[in-house]
């Protein structure tokens, strides 16, 4: 019997470290700044062997995207199955939100964000993962109000749009100093905060 395709573990381990060396590479040169050499550099590979693994920045673009949509994949099951939905999620944003104003990957995803305005492909990839994270959340809201996951999606998809977009701007924003992010950061949480309050009263009554 024919056994499935599987990536070697030592595949699927180098890939991890190169995305992890193009991290770093576009953290110092920025993501239009970073040729395809730089990139194959900082991760101690020729050239024609980073093609091989990623033929383009927007190859680059969509493993990173993959990668993180694993992790949030693995958040959200958690939160889902968790016996108190609604304040596991409001932690798990508010950790977010603390993680990304303490560094993260906000200035990444900004010139990525950039650059999908002038690449098609890009902006696709983006969709694909704002959508996605948009359907987590709205499966989130079925639950904590007990109507079915169309429901959900019908009634707070803009609810849950927003939310990323609030998140989203967060990581790409730098206050000029520790205390004007720290305030902005609790009000940021507050808001967030209400668009759930807001969420949480159409649930279940008594």
């Known amino acids: 019997m024919n056994q499935p395709d599987r990536t070697p573990p030592q595949a699927e381990h180098r890939a991890v470290e ?28 020729s050239v024609g062997n980073f093609y091989r693994y990623f033929p383009s920045k927007a190859a680059i673009v969509a493993a990173l995207v993959t990668r993180d949509l694993a992790e949030v994949e693995q958040e959200f099951s958690q939160i889902i199955n968790s016996p108190e939905p609604m304040i596991t999620l409001r932690a798990a944003l508010r950790q977010r939100i603390e993680l990304d104003q ?5 200035q990444l995803w900004a010139e990525m964000t950039a650059a999908a305005l002038r690449k098609p492909e890009l902006a696709e990839i983006k969709r694909q993962m704002e959508t996605e994270v948009t359907r987590y959340l709205t499966i989130v809201f079925a639950r904590v109000c007990g ?49 759930l309050d807001e969420i949480e009263s159409d649930g279940p009554k008594g």
């Open 18 to 45: 190169i995305l992890e060396g193009v991290r770093l590479a576009f953290a110092e040169k920025g993501f239009d700044g970073a040729s395809m050499q730089d990139l194959a550099r900082a991760c101690g590979m």
């Open 102 to 106: 303490c560094g993260g990957d906000g």
């Open 147 to 195: 109507i079915s996951a169309e429901e959900a999606r019908v009634k707070f998809a803009p609810h849950a749009i927003l939310l990323v977009m609030m998140i989203k701007a967060s990581a790409m924003h730098r206050s000029h100093t520790p205390e004007e992010q720290g305030h902005l950061t609790e009000l940021l949480i507050r808001t967030v905060n209400r668009v």
